[in-house]
């Protein structure tokens, strides 16, 4: 009798071993979130809301840190009264009037200047929000004509001479290990 219980038991211990470790690697989210939940914006600009003001893949396109910045995006308002967006990227200032209930989509809009751009492209720019008596301070990234797309926004046009690594000043060659 003794013998039958004691296989019972083991039977039994290895049963919940087997369901432990299913249960471990059948994606089970007991421990994990699902990365389903997660918001996040595939843009290549920040968005943040700042009280009535939703902002929208926002971003500064520029040659070098001390050349004109060109910001792009969409400024939401969602408030029944025109508001007024105050843009401060590393001491240049920007203003941007958004009409009640509209938006304004920069890409169409004339063009919102920072008088220099505040960090190399591919860096961010540390970059102060304002409207009403709300403000955010966020890093704002900086692209650069290499991105076809922001190429046609480039304040003062872009160069002749295509940007890679061979005649951009300072590049740096990659280590190969040998």
């Known amino acids: 009798m003794k013998n039958a219980a004691h296989k019972k038991l083991q039977q039994l211990g290895l049963g919940a071993a087997a369901l432990a470790v299913l249960t ?4 089970c989210a007991y421990i994990s979130p699902q ?15 700042l009280g ?11 040659k070098d840190a001390d050349s004109e910045g060109r910001v792009l995006g969409t400024v939401i308002n969602n408030d029944d009264s025109d508001q007024t967006l105050t843009m401060d990227a590393d ?3 920007v203003k941007i009037d958004v009409p009640a209930n509209k938006e304004v989509v920069l890409e169409k809009s004339e063009p919102v200047l920072l008088q220099r751009a505040g960090a190399k492209p591919g860096l961010m720019v540390n970059t102060t929000f ?17 991105f076809p797309y922001y190429a046609s926004f ?3 046009g872009v160069p002749s001479t295509p940007a890679n690594p061979s005649n951009t000043p300072n590049a740096e060659k990659a280590e190969c290990g040998h």
Not at 52 to 62: E, F, K
């Open 24 to 27: 471990g690697v059948s994606g």
């Open 52 to 62: 009535d003001l939703q902002l929208r893949n926002v971003l500064v396109v520029a």
């Open 130 to 146: 304002r409207a009403e008596d709300k403000d955010q301070t966020v890093s704002v990234p900086v692209l650069d004509y290499t």
């Open 154 to 156: 480039m304040p003062g």
């Open 91 to 93: 001491g240049s200032t």
């Open 35 to 49: 990365a389903t939940t997660d918001s996040f914006a595939p843009a290549d600009g920040i968005q943040m809301d």
